[in-house]
């Protein structure tokens, strides 16, 4: 199972950025998949989740409105767009899934909001 996170990098508050988070190793279209970040002597928090074949999405009330998670079950591949960015979303950003929930985890994407 891998999980390789892409798309950060530094962004403005009130700017965008769109992570990236392809996967391989299970049924990617079967199963649930999850956004967390993990910002600096934080726990890592969940961020949002998107059920397999509905689609149907659920976002931690700190992102909820701004953030916005999506999959391309073709491509294995999970996003998180994240509008309005705030400072406090300054993180390394995660995703997850599969059968072997939490067991394996990618190196992250490191996403930094500063003016």
């Known amino acids: 199972v891998q999980f390789v996170e892409s798309g950060g990098g530094l962004v403005q508050p009130g700017g965008s950025l769109e992570l990236s988070c392809t996967t391989s190793g299970f049924p990617f279209s079967l199963y649930a998949m999850y956004w967390y970040r993990q910002a600096p002597g934080k726990e890592r928090e969940l961020v949002a989740s998107?059920?397999?074949?509905?689609?149907?999405?659920d976002y931690a009330d700190s992102v909820k409105g701004r953030f916005t998670i999506s999959r391309d079950n073709a491509k294995n591949t999970v996003y998180l767009t994240m509008n309005s960015v705030k400072l406090e979303d300054t993180a390394v950003y995660y995703c997850?899934?599969?059968?072997?929930?939490?067991?394996?985890w990618g190196q992250g994407t490191q996403v930094t909001v500063s003016s």
């Open positions: 998107i059920t397999d074949v509905s689609g149907i999405t």
């Open positions: 997850n899934g599969g059968p072997d929930l939490y067991t394996y």
